[in-house]
């Protein structure tokens, strides 16, 4: 059974076009929900963590909430360079993190 | 920077043949971890180190083998390598913290022939 399930697999918007990422968890044993930004070729960067539901981290044009269920990266007029693949994952058990597939943005000038 | 360097970045080599990567950190952290990146599956936990020969599997464990005899250190190793195991393998830290966050290298790209 997957615990992180991310949607849509790839997203394709037009500069200054806000919209939302969707990462869906298994709630049962979550220590924490995290969030990072993949460039190709590259290592996934970290953006937030999300411990309980209710919580909102921001950084820039990014903004990731949390639900008892769901948790969403908002992206606000978003710009090219924030092209990037997307990624979700959950803490279960300690030192067990299962990523998402990954959601892959594609930002058009 | 996390002060993370993988090596070799990029490999091809054959079916059947031993291959070792390694991750070196400079920051002493505890926590030491290799994944596998593939389409379609997302980052997997192969193996992950809690300190210094500690070591514990992940989902996909079958066919590696880590080592760490030193803190900076942690070694991936394919015994005899498949075709299945061509992937992108990546590397991560994480310090001592309960809650803290992965960072990861830059990633080896193993192409099994």
């Not at chain 1, 969030?35 to 919580?55: C, H, I, N, V």
């Not at chain 1, 606000?76 to 998402?100: I, M, Q, R, V, W």
């Not at chain 2, 291959?19 to 920051?27: A, F, I, N, P």
């Not at chain 2, 994480?94 to 960072?103: A, H, K, S, V």
Request: some cysteine.
């Amino acid at each position: 059974e997957d615990q992180v399930t991310q949607s849509p697999e790839a997203l394709r918007l037009q500069e200054g076009e806000s919209s939302s990422l969707n990462c869906s968890y298994t709630v049962s044993g979550l220590r924490g929900l995290f969030w990072y930004r993949q460039d190709p070729g590259k290592g996934p960067e970290f953006l937030f963590t999300l411990y309980s539901a209710g919580e909102e981290k921001e950084k820039e044009r990014l903004k990731a909430t949390l639900t008892k269920k769901e948790s969403f990266l908002h992206i606000t007029a978003p710009k090219p360079e924030d092209s990037a693949t997307y990624l979700c994952a959950g803490e279960y058990n300690f030192n067990k993190f299962y990523f998402g597939s990954g959601t892959k943005l594609n930002v058009k000038p | 920077d996390a002060g993370i360097t993988q090596s070799p970045r990029h490999k091809v080599t054959e079916t059947g043949t031993p291959v070792t990567l390694r991750c070196h950190q400079t920051e002493n952290h505890r926590y030491m971890y290799w994944y596998r990146q593939d389409p379609g599956h997302g980052l997997r936990l192969i193996h992950y180190s809690y300190g210094v020969k500690d070591t514990d599997k992940g989902e996909v464990s079958d066919g590696y083998s880590v080592s760490r005899s030193k803190t900076e250190d942690f070694l991936l190793t394919l015994e005899s390598a498949t075709s299945s195991q061509t992937s992108v393998y990546f590397c991560a830290i994480r310090d001592g913290r309960d809650t803290g966050e992965l960072f990861f290298g830059e990633g080896s790209r193993l192409t099994v022939l």
